[in-house]
């Protein structure tokens, strides 16, 4: 039998006004990936690698960044002192350490940021019923008294540190669990404690500690704090939402609109349990509705494989944005539709390539892997390839045609077909099978207004020249064979400029022609130097395919 569960009650704030805005503006980013992040790994990170996250974070922009947890252990002591003693933290980046409400941990905390330019002091104790009752078993008045004994500590020991510019933090712990009156109570009794100022500001920073609820509600949550903290003007609201529920994103995205001003999460939303906020995702999302994110994401694979490294945690490939399949189609109508949004997006206007949020290209991410093919796939996937990798622009008739002939070796082989496989099937198929009439060459002639052709072809292992006049090379051809006893209907016709062959070597023209025959019709491909003889050979590779086909029906 499943546990009972009673529903979170809703906020009582009838004139909300979070649903009627937007974010007009990125927050201020807080970086917890080598505190919360850190604290959540099956193997914390040593000093080496969390100094080489520390630094990344730095490059992408985080102008604060939570360090460690400085009483927990050596490894996070020696961490803060690293940092500081090496002059390893930018001039405009702050660092972040976290204390619980407990005096020797607020004495160890302070002593590790001696010496540090700017400082940002962490300090929470959970405020929740359960806790208070079941945990400490004390009452509000104690809780609050606990708050802000430690705060006032924190005040004394900074002042014995003048150099270092102090910023105080204080987390309600299970703010979106505890009840509101009592939230705004020790947060009013924090800010007055430590005597916030609007050029001394605190940040109160309201933790869904454990997701409980919708993400409207924590909006509402936060919407009431912003309305009714006392020195509105002295604080800077924060958000720190995590992933029980799996809607920490959208939670946070509300909760700005809510109030909030900064953001403190984990990059591709490590943390307890099921994680922190992504602010990845968060940070993209911005970027998606056209808002500076503050962050440079513009080499997102370089970002994924140093947390990966630093976190020993592999990044789900349908992560978003950042996942290794995010920008892939295998789907047939989905590769189709974003072959043609590529086609129609032109630089100057906003992006709009159906299936694809983001440009892949602003995550430094490239077109190579947006259309891939296994047995799902269709036409325009395999069109796409064959365009961008090997020049062929395919009439849409043998796209229809070819995507048949790939489909059955998907089917029997299994899993995903390369670029270059689709290559060698395409080939195979077309330019390589087996020739019963074989291109040796051909010259062009004047025939009064027609024009003439001497073809030379190779048949039954013999050459033979035929000779054909029509209205081009291509009709003169077809007579030709016609005379030597092949009924051959050209119903359509098609030529491109490849560009640089596949092997490399010169540019190279690609003739597409369609000929009918009593079952249906086959397309032949040619491909040469020269267009002319480009569509001699599709003729005449059409004309086998023909021949292929009728000879596997009569066996």
């Known amino acids: 039998m499943m546990q009972k569960y009673k529903p979170y009650t809703p906020v009582n704030l009838a004139d909300r006004q979070w649903p009627n805005r937007t974010i007009a503006q990125h927050p201020v980013w807080m970086s917890s990936d080598l505190r919360d992040g850190n604290q959540s790994l099956f193997e914390p990170m040593n ?98 008294e606990m708050a802000v004994n430690a705060v006032l500590l924190i005040k004394e020991l900074a002042a014995k540190q003048p150099d270092t510019q102090w910023v105080l933090e204080y987390s309600p712990e299970t703010f979106s669990s505890t009840e509101l009156e009592f939230s705004l109570e020790i947060c009013n009794a924090v800010t007055d404690a430590w005597g916030a100022t609007p050029e001394n500001r605190v940040i109160i920073n309201l933790p869904a500690t454990v997701e409980v609820a919708t993400p409207n509600v924590y909006a509402d949550q936060i919407e009431w704090m912003h309305r009714h903290l006392a020195r509105r003007d002295s604080v800077i609201l924060s958000l720190h939402a995590h992933n029980d529920r799996g809607t920490a994103v959208a939670a946070t995205e509300l909760g700005l609109m809510a109030g909030a001003e900064r ?24 970027h998606t509705q056209g808002v500076e994110s503050g962050l440079d994401l513009s080499d997102i694979n370089k970002v994924a494989r140093t947390v990966e490294h630093c976190n020993q945690i592999t990044i789900h490939p349908r992560h978003p944005y950042a996942g290794d399949l995010v920008f892939t189609a295998f789907s047939g109508s989905h590769q189709d539709a974003i072959k043609k949004g590529f086609a129609r997006q032109k630089p100057d206007e906003p992006w709009n390539v159906p299936y694809l949020p983001l440009d892949p290209k602003d995550v430094g991410r ?51 077909l390369s670029a270059a496989d689709i290559w060698r099937i395409f080939s195979g198929a077309y330019l390589d099978a087996s020739s019963p009439v074989g291109y040796l060459a051909h010259h062009l002639f004047e025939a009064g207004e027609q024009q003439g052709i001497s073809l030379e072809i190779e048949m039954d292992g013999a050459s033979r020249t035929i000779r054909g006049e029509g209205n081009g090379p291509v009709d003169a051809a077809v007579h030709a064979l016609r005379d030597a006893g092949m009924n051959v209907q050209v119903t359509g016709y098609d030529e491109s400029a490849m560009g640089i062959s596949a092997d490399g070597g010169n540019a190279r023209a690609c003739a597409f022609i369609e000929i009918a025959h009593e079952s249906g019709s086959n397309y032949g491909v040619g491909m040469d130097e020269n267009i002319v003889t480009a569509a001699v050979k599709a003729l005449l590779n059409g004309v086998n395919r023909i021949k292929a086909s009728q000879g596997s029906r009569d066996a």
């Open 47 to 144: 000093l080496d690698r969390k100094l080489r996250l520390f630094n990344m974070l730095c490059e992408i922009g985080f102008k604060e960044i939570e360090i460690a947890f400085p009483s927990a252990s050596e490894i996070e002591f020696a961490f803060v002192r690293r940092l500081i003693e090496e002059n390893r933290i930018p001039s405009d980046v702050t660092i972040e350490v976290l204390t619980a409400a407990r005096e020797p941990l607020i004495r160890r905390t302070m002593e590790s940021l001696k010496d540090a330019r700017r400082a940002i002091v962490h300090v929470y104790n959970a405020t929740s019923r359960p806790f208070r009752e079941m945990v400490f078993g004390m009452s509000r008045g104690e809780i609050v």
């Open 263 to 286: 953001v403190e999460g984990c990059l591709f939303g490590n943390g307890e349990r099921t994680g922190n906020v992504d602010i990845v995702t968060l940070a993209l999302n911005l």
């Open 366 to 416: 490239s077109y190579d892997s947006v259309i891939r093919v296994n047995s799902q796939s269709g036409k325009g996937g395999i069109a796409y390839l064959m365009e961008t990798e090997y020049g062929v622009v395919m009439p849409r008739r043998l796209q229809v045609e070819f995507s048949a002939v790939v489909q059955k070796h998907a089917d029997r082989d299994g899993g995903e």
